[in-house]
């Protein structure tokens, strides 16, 4: 084995000469004045220093750059919008797919590191927007946009973009979680519509008696769900900053979805990849999933029944979690960063906005958006009026740090629910807790 | 000597021809349901052929996204790679073979070494050197961790060690530079194996997913693989005749390669004799 | 002499090394130095923790269960794919016409990608739609949910991978067995040995450097599959098909912290390499004269 040994020695060779030149290379810039990189056609200017109040004032004088680049999570990235937005301003959009929250979290990120971002980006409020803010590269949005869209705004939805005391980024594309049910069959069982999670459980287990289908099913981005239920049960996976998903009300809502997926057998266990699709071919009876999805399930379903959408249950309380995404600037020069703000407010026109939720099932964001005629069509579906009602229960948490910890280590949690019937769920939950509290410790955007 | 006909033979042909029905059977499938309407695809009986010949989803699944920039640029970056491959693997592969040097050993082991890592393992560092380099969103950028593979070395060394040595020594005398040699003797007598690396490159890289993906965040600089995931997760319901329509776009310029150019890469594989 | 050689060795050597160093070489070193760190890429430098994320990593379930995941899928694949494939070689040894179209076909799935055979194969796997259970159905069997139970996803994923991959084997083991001298064959007729003998007493022996060279392949190719289980199942349901390299990249890339996964990357490394060092001690089994 001589071979190997004389390997091993110039590994260990070569590791002590890198370790000594890569320490200091390629680290991400903090929020300390740096000069900025650009990634469309402007000029690299020298540093915008660190974001102040003083800087939307800045920008009033400023000329915007010609052409910026613009991350979606839409595949046509709003081509039409961007189109009549060039018209307008002669401002250019370079507008690219990038897949869905997930991929733009892993692009951005990856974008941070090797600086190289876009103007805007719509970003998920999922997870990630901590990280990339405390990295320096987004821009809080109450610095930028003008006050009359900020005050617009329907106030739940601040509550979860608001980090640090600050608004980071501004909302665009919302939703919230509903409760899809089949109408057609409901009404031929004399199936009531379930208001609370107990009353959910119960339903199913109806449904699965008296048509033999599955009952109810959680869309691929299931631990939303979950998170909405927690909420509703007034807690949240961080309460004044600790963990706290080791509690009775989380351990409840475990025991739910165990009962429907492995007592009950309600619930196919672990198929949420293909719940939607389950659900519009009348396979399961209720889906609990996004408003915004109203559209394509309309489509997908067709003719084969009538789709009804009833308020996301209640377990103790109402407080409904937001969904979707908004739209975050980046760093860059002032040029890029006045026609990003342009951009920005041209897409929160509350024509657009309301033709957007008439489009898809996405809420409208803004009072004014809410004040226009395409929006009372949109009202004229009583489905939609039911989203509407929902509104006012909008609540939730701040995004934090450990968003992505904790929508994975819930994933796990919710899949181990579903496939093994021997989970110990307080030990389970002790474990997420302390996991969070590690994260926490560690996290470097706290200092 | 005439060909008996036994029950052994029967036998023989009966199994080939149940296990290639059950490896062609994906094929076959996502080629007929990429004819399908969508409802079609989603009932329980089963039924292989379409019951209406659906054209559109091609359509559909080309319009759905730049495909005919995704082909051109994964031409591209598959030719940069065929290139770099054949080139540099063939002049590792001669050294190592025909040529005694210090620290031969090492060097080999090494890249034994080199073989093992995961692409998605050097991602970050791939990543970060590409964008220092100004390679991002570039046909260079993407094919960048596809220039070099330690198989193909291997693959290449097999087919020069078989070169008998007289003709180099021959070609030595007559008063060539080793590296003449190589370029003289040893290639025109690896036309085989050259083919082989030739085809396996192109289709490293063209297969290749996860790295284009990395380096790559505007659409016309995208790749075919990454079109096809991204039509097979969009937030709003996969269409899965159009994601099969998408599939056989793309399997099938390699399909029809391999099938034409079968005969070489079988050929290669079998004859470098891997020992 | 020697240095002419020296030179022209550098030369023909120096750009698949270079290239080799920059993008798999340098990677490693990069992981190797952030293993002792913890950074999430983003926010502020790396931060050195010493061995704190390889102490983490060895008392963390899930890492032991991605380790297990890894085993358990080498040890399906590699003896399924390699013994399916000599088979079919075995099958396929005469030089007819009709052979070659089976060639051709048995190696066909080897060069498809694996995101479009992976969208191919969600479709066949689906617990109400798929084909499989629709074949299942017609055979009186029980659906089974192949990609969505802890038992079978894993499985699911080996036999798609052992589809893609048994041809390839196969044509493999041709070149080797088309190799073996027919008098060794017929020698061994006239003493009396019958076809199924010959076979496993001569060509089994003599095709053991292609075995060997397979094995080794084989199993750093279990390390490394990505793709497949990043498309279809997640590493779902429940861990079940996090490997190790899954692992790594979610902990890496969906947690951001890249010390860690860094962590993991060496991990694998090693265990490849160790796995490598103990089967070339087998390599006294190898018969490699023909």
């Given amino acids: ?447 | ?275 | 002499m020697k240095k002419t050689n020296n030179l022209s060795a550098f030369i023909l050597l120096f750009p698949a090394f270079f290239c080799l160093f920059l993008f798999n070489f340098y990677p490693i070193l990069r992981n190797f130095y952030l293993s002792f760190t913890s950074w999430d890429m983003v926010t502020g430098d790396p931060r050195f923790i010493g061995l704190e994320n390889y102490q983490e990593m060895f008392e963390s379930r899930d890492f032991w269960e991605s380790v297990v995941v890894t085993v358990k899928y080498t040890v399906m694949y590699v003896p399924v794919t390699m013994l399916g494939g000599f088979l079919l070689a075995v099958l396929l040894k005469s030089k007819s016409k009709l052979n070659i179209l089976y060639r051709t076909i048995f190696f066909s799935p080897y060069v498809t990608s694996m995101v479009a055979m992976s969208a191919v194969f969600l479709f066949i796997y689906h617990p109400q739609y798929g084909t499989l259970n629709t074949i299942l159905g017609y055979l009186g069997i029980e659906p089974v949910r192949w990609l969505n139970t802890k038992d079978t996803a894993l499985p699911s994923l080996v036999m798609m991978n052992c589809w893609k991959s048994i041809g390839f084997c196969a044509v493999i083991y041709l070149g080797t067995l088309l190799n073996v001298s027919d008098d060794l064959k017929e020698a061994a007729q006239i003493d009396g040995a019958n076809s199924l003998q010959t076979l496993l007493h001569i060509e089994v022996p003599l095709v053991s450097p292609t075995t060997f060279m397979l094995v080794i392949m084989l199993t750093i190719e279990c390390f490394k599959v990505f793709t497949q289980i990043n498309v279809m199942t997640q590493g779902g349901p429940d861990g079940a098909t996090t490997n190790l390299l899954t692992y790594m990249f979610s902990q890496a890339f969906e947690q951001f912290r890249v010390g860690y996964g860094g962590a993991v990357a060496i991990v694998i490394l090693v265990v490849v390499l160790v796995i490598n060092m103990i089967q070339m001690l087998f390599e006294r089994f190898v018969n490699y004269d023909i």
Wanted: proline letters at 4%; aromatic letters at 10%.
């Fill in chain 1, 1 to 447: 084995m001589k071979k190997k040994l004389v390997y091993a020695a110039a590994v260990g060779i070569f590791s002590s000469i890198a370790l000594m030149g890569c320490s200091s290379s390629e680290t991400a810039s903090t929020t300390a004045a740096t000069a900025a990189q650009t990634t469309a056609g402007g000029t690299s200017a020298a540093a915008s220093s660190e974001a102040d109040t003083t800087a939307a004032e800045d920008l009033s004088e400023v000329q915007p750059a010609s052409e910026i680049t613009f991350w979606s999570t839409k595949e046509d990235c709003f081509s039409e919008l961007c189109a009549e937005f060039e018209a307008e301003t002669g401002i250019k959009v370079n507008a690219t797919y990038m897949g869905g929250y997930d991929d733009m979290v892993n692009k951005v990120m990856a974008g941070i590191a090797g600086e190289n971002l876009p103007n805007v980006a719509q970003l998920g409020q999922r997870h990630g927007l901590a990280q990339m803010y405390d990295s320096g590269w987004l821009l809080p949005v109450e610095d930028y946009i003008s006050e009359d869209i900020l005050e617009d705004i329907l106030p739940g939805f601040w509550k979860r973009f608001t980090y640090k005391d600050t608004k980071v980024i501004l909302p665009f594309q919302n939703s919230m979680p509903m409760l899809y049910y089949n109408k057609t069959l409901f009404d031929e069982n004399s199936i009531e519509i379930p208001t609370t999670l107990d009353e959910v459980a119960a339903t199913a287990k109806e449904i699965k008696d008296k048509t033999g289908i599955y009952g109810v099913t959680l869309n691929s981005d299931y631990p939303w769900y979950f998170m909405a239920l927690m909420y509703n049960s007034g807690t949240a996976p961080l309460v004044d900053g600790q963990p706290s998903m080791n509690t009775e009300a989380v351990k409840n809502i475990c025991q739910k979805i165990q009962q429907l997926a492995v007592t009950d057998q309600t619930m196919p266990a672990n198929q949420h990849a293909t719940a939607q699709e389950d659900f519009c071919n009348g396979n399961i009876g209720m889906l609990m999933t996004s408003c915004a999805s109203y559209a394509t399930i309309q489509n997908l379903v067709g003719d084969k029944f009538e789709v009804g959408i009833a308020m996301f249950p209640e377990v103790t309380t109402m407080d409904i979690t937001m969904g979707g995404n908004g739209l975050g600037m980046f760093k860059s020069t002032p040029e890029e960063e006045k026609a990003a703000t342009m951009f920005i407010e041209f897409m929160l026109d509350p024509q657009r906005i309301a033709e957007g939720s008439l489009n898809s099932g996405y809420v409208a964001v803004t009072n004014a958006a809410t004040e226009t005629e395409t929006y009372q069509t949109y009202l004229e579906d009583p489905n939609r009026q039911v989203v509407d009602e929902q509104l006012q229960y909008l609540g939730s948490a701040a995004v934090t740090p450990v968003d992505s910890l904790v929508w994975n280590e819930v994933m796990d949690l919710i899949d181990s629910l579903e496939a093994d019937p021997e989970i110990n769920i307080d030990e389970r939950l002790a474990e997420i807790d302390t996991a969070i509290a590690d994260y926490m410790s560690e996290y470097a955007g706290n200092e």
């Fill in chain 2, 1 to 275: 000597m005439k060909k008996k006909f036994t029950w052994k033979v029967l036998v023989r042909h009966l199994v080939l021809i149940a296990c290639a029905a059950v490896i062609l059977f994906p094929f076959l499938w996502m080629f007929f349901a990429s004819f399908k309407e969508e409802s079609e695809v989603f009932v329980e009986d089963f039924h292989l052929l379409p019951e209406t010949w659906r054209f559109q989803n091609y359509l559909d699944a080309w319009n759905a996204a730049p495909f005919g920039s995704f082909y051109i640029n994964s031409i591209k970056a598959a030719l940069i790679s065929v290139v770099c491959q054949t080139c540099f693997c063939s002049m590792a592969a001669y050294a190592f073979a025909k040529i005694e040097f210090a620290g031969k050993r090492l060097l080999f082991s090494l890249m034994l070494a080199m073989m093992i890592l995961p692409e998605e393992a050097a991602i970050i560092p791939n990543y970060l050197l590409a964008q220092k380099l100004g390679l991002v969103n570039t046909s260079f950028g993407i094919a960048m961790t596809t220039l070099v593979s330690v198989f193909n070395i291997f693959l290449l060394r097999q087919t020069f060690m078989s070169i008998p040595n007289d003709l180099i020594q021959s070609a030595r005398l007559d008063g060539c530079s080793m590296l003449q040699v190589f370029r003289h003797v040893a290639v025109p007598n690896a036309k085989g194996s050259m083919a082989t690396v030739a085809l396996l490159s192109f289709l490293t890289s063209w297969n290749n997913y996860m790295w284009p993906y990395m380096v790559t965040d505007q659409n016309q600089y995208r790749t075919l693989q990454i079109g096809l995931k991204y039509l097979i997760k969009p937030d709003a319901g996969p269409q899965w005749p159009m994601i099969m329509a998408a599939s056989t776009i793309i399997l099938l310029p390699v399909m029809l390669l391999f099938v034409f150019l079968q005969k070489y890469f079988v050929q290669g594989m079998l004859t470098s004799g891997i020992k």
